[in-house]
């Protein structure tokens, strides 16, 4: 009859079996462990740019404290976002960079990418945070660093800068748009989280008292929109707005309002 194999108190073959699936197992471990932080360890001179995420709308603020609504960055220049929510869990993807990174109330997480070519490239929210959550789209807008240059020298105030705009339309649809205001208030009339921007100067609020939007009334809002409208509201507070950007988004109402009651006047 065949006796089966018995490795009982075999030492060499207790000791491959042991120190094999070691070194294996600790190799996976060491690849893994080291491609993970390549991806989590951005370069030394890195650009580093914050990231602020709100319903439902992207902030970027440049290391010179500008902000804008798409995030501009050099060809070639490793980039290290830290990233931030001021409302509820967010997640930053840019495909093309293969990056996806939560952003989470009160927590800073962080990630880096660089971007090899010129081009513009797609950032989407892949968490589900809320009414406009489809909408909540910016962009990584690439370019050369003499572009970069440009975008940065824009700066109001800044040394050899252009003068800052007047406080119009313009410049106020320049503020709606970096403050994220436009990702639940419309300019034409369409409904979205919030009121229309288009005819609300001159209109009865939301508020308990139904008071007539007017200068003081915005100005108030922006400071505590929950304590002025009387009721939970999801729009964030604005106190760190400057007098000037108060101004143009005041210049934005009264033209969107005007230009409302113009085509009311013409119907």
């Not at 018995?6 to 294996?24: H, K, Q, R, S, Y």
């Not at 010179?64 to 509820?88: I, N, Y």
């Not at 489809?134 to 807008?141: D, E, F, Q, V």
């Not at 007539?212 to 106190?239: H, T």
Request: charged content about 20%; proline content about 7%.
């Amino acid at each position: 009859h065949p006796v089966a194999a018995d490795f009982d108190g075999n030492f060499w073959a207790e000791l491959i079996w042991i120190v094999l699936p070691t070194i294996l197992v600790l190799g996976m471990f060491w690849s893994g462990w080291h491609s993970y932080r390549a991806l989590r360890d951005a370069p030394p001179d890195a650009l580093t740019i914050k990231v602020t995420a709100r319903m439902w709308s992207w902030d970027f603020e440049y290391p010179d404290g500008r902000h804008s609504p798409t995030l501009v960055v050099p060809v070639g220049q490793a980039v290290r976002l830290s990233l931030t929510s001021t409302d509820v869990i967010h997640g930053f993807f840019a495909p093309a960079f293969r990056l996806k990174i939560d952003t989470v109330p009160g927590l800073t997480t962080y990630g880096w990418f660089r971007a090899d070519k010129p081009g513009e490239f797609v950032i989407f929210c892949s968490v589900y945070c809320g009414l406009e959550h489809a909408k909540m789209l910016s962009a990584i807008r690439s370019v050369s660093n003499e572009e970069y240059q440009r975008f940065l020298a824009e700066k109001p105030g800044q040394a050899g800068a252009p003068a800052a705009p007047a406080a119009g339309p313009e410049a106020g649809r320049a503020v709606a748009e970096a403050q994220g205001c436009l990702g639940c208030h419309s300019l034409d009339g369409s409904a979205g989280a919030g009121p229309s921007l288009k005819g609300l100067f001159g209109a009865k609020s939301s508020a308990r008292d139904h008071a007539v939007v007017d200068r003081a009334l915005v100005e108030a809002v922006l400071r505590d929109p929950a304590k002025r409208l009387g009721k939970p509201s999801m729009m964030p507070a604005f106190p760190a707005l400057t007098e000037p950007e108060r101004e143009a988004l005041l210049a934005l109402l009264e033209s969107l309002a005007a230009q409302h009651g113009a085509k009311g006047a013409h119907q």
